[in-house]
């Protein structure tokens, strides 16, 4: 936040050399805004472990939870498990983009009546919760990575779906007059006017479909898996290990943070236009969407791709993780 | 007639479900055909089975989405509109609450809760509070400072701004948090029910599932979507009564 200025613009207030104590204020003072609650949260919990107002029974400090991951590092390959649950989701997330998107391009565009048709028929299907066909899924796949994700595919589908069709349904049909009468072939039509208009709304989907998947993620590795973090946590709840509970909550917690984080990167990165579409006003005067580095926008990318790859990599090899605490 | 015609994908998939089932050319054993599956629904109301896990799930979801709703609207309202110094303080915690996966949850609250009803109500209610708290801070931060310029000019009130002015134009993305958490209710609510309860929906399919009466599942599995659609419909059906009054208010007070 800048402070406000007496002088009339044009003249500097006072000196216009800012020592360096001064430059470096506000930046602390927007970190301290950005991350002081959550620091807070984390001392008091640091805290209420060391002066035993709660037990470490149930409450394990943070130290001890830290202590965990690395133990959990070590001894059982813990990142292999993050990894692997990574693998999952994503795959599950590529395999619901190929089918839905397609699909409800199909079902708005190519054959809008058959779509309004399918309607009722898809809603319904967006609301069966897979978790329940999990044995049927077995039974159909074998034991093994394809029933987990097939459900995980199955519940982020339907939001890329819907988001997908409520997009492409709404396409300016002006803007396919225009380019029309621009003697655009079907080609271009697409990928100039109906593929730029419809993203924001298919990526809101796919965001919606993720988190959802993640949530998923865990249960279905509960229920039946050898591997991944809702098989570490489910281990440690029955084995009344509290600070491994903590501890694999604490990476499932980071996790999703920083899958929330990357997709809103991609989101202001590459579909910042579209914020400033849907409602200008915040963008009014002076104040315009403030550009992502790109550099770390590619790297983040690639590190996307690369956790992709080495998690599925894991999960096709089959690695065999022991869990036991020696 | 346009009933029909609205609906007519899901009774050709159900006429499908039933001919191939019938006919053997997918296993019956896996898939029973849909009229066996409406005759155990059928049967399990008789023996008023299913009754019992219904109201023992409604029982769940609906206090845990009404917590959540009645939280998480004007928690979101406020930290969007009143607030903002504090939402821009409280933007990493609560993105960081966001992710504390339910499931993850449940083994820790159960620590402190016990196992009887309060800590499935919690969970769903957790869910439910985030997708609500976020859409609501989203529109109120999205609201036309205009509109909000010209009502301070006007001489409101800060109450009198958030209901006249910050409400109505928040309400459809708030109403669109609101439905998708209703949504996640019942999703979590199945899943945490499965697993571990003694009673509910989620329960029964896991029971059907170890006893593999699998037309029993498919008659469970059918009752909890047409509950969701059911309950998805009421809410809709609430929202555009209400939000079709706010919105027409809205425009009549634009003019």
Known sequence: MKPLSLAAPGFPASSPRKSWSRSLWPR??????????????????????????????????????????????????????ILISLGRVITGLVIAIIIGVPLAFILSRVWPTLGERVDSLTRVFGLINPYCFFPLFVIMFGLGETPKIAVLSWVSLWPIFFGSQAA?????????????????????????????????????????????????????????????????????????????????????????????????????????????MASPWLYAGHSSPKPVNRIILWLSCLIFVLVFGLGLWKIILGENLIIARP | MSFLRKHAAIFIFLALWEGLSRFQIIDPLFFP??????????????????????????????????????????????LGGWFKNINGFLELPLEVFSQLNPFLLFHI????????????????????????????INGAVNVNPHLIKSGRAFGLSRIALIRKIVWPAAAPLVFAGVRLSLGYSLFMLIAAEMMGASSGLGFM??????????????????VIAFLGLFLDFLLRLFGEKFLLLKMESHLNATD
Not at chain 1, 197 to 223: D, H, K, Q
Not at chain 2, 67 to 77: C, D, E, R, S
Not at chain 2, 112 to 136: D, Q, R
């Open chain 1, 168 to 276: 492409f349904r709404a396409v300016d049909p002006q803007l396919i007059k225009t380019a029309k009468s621009l003697c655009c072939g079907p080609w271009a039509i697409f990928w100039k006017v109906t593929a730029p208009s419809s993203l924001p709304s298919i990526f809101n989907g796919a965001r919606v479909g993720v988190e959802m998947s993640f949530f998923i993620l865990i249960a279905a590795e509960m229920t039946g898996a050898t591997a991944g973090l809702g098989w570490i946590i489910h281990n440690a709840g029955a084995a009344y290990e509290t600070d491994r509970i903590y501890g694999a909550g604490i990476c499932v917690v980071i996790l999703g943070v920083g899958l929330n984080r990357f997709l809103h990167l991609i989101r202001r990165g590459f579909l910042a236009w579209s914020d400033y």
């Open chain 2, 109 to 136: 609250i159960i620590l402190f809760m016990g196992i009887g009803e309060a800590p499935k109500v919690t969970i769903v209610a957790w869910t439910c509070l985030w997708p609500i708290v976020f859409s609501s």
């Open chain 1, 28 to 81: 602390w003072e927007s970190g301290l805004q950005k991350y002081g609650v959550l620091l807070f949260l984390l001392f008091i919990w640091e805290l209420s472990g060391q002066a035993h107002w709660v037990s470490q029974e149930i409450v394990p400090s943070l130290s001890l939870s830290l202590r965990a991951i690395a133990e959990m590092w070590i001894q059982i390959n813990l990142g292999s498990h």
């Open chain 2, 33 to 78: 055909p849909f009229t066996k599956v409406l005759a155990t629904i059928a049967d399990l109301f008789k023996l008023g089975v299913l009754e019992r896990q219904i109201t023992a799930s409604l029982y769940r979801a609906i206090p845990g989405f009404l917590l959540a709703t009645i939280i998480g609207v004007p928690l979101g309202l406020l």
């Open chain 2, 205 to 222: 399919v896991m029971r059907t599932q170890e006893a593999f009466q699998l037309d029993r599942l498919f008659a469970t599995v059918t």
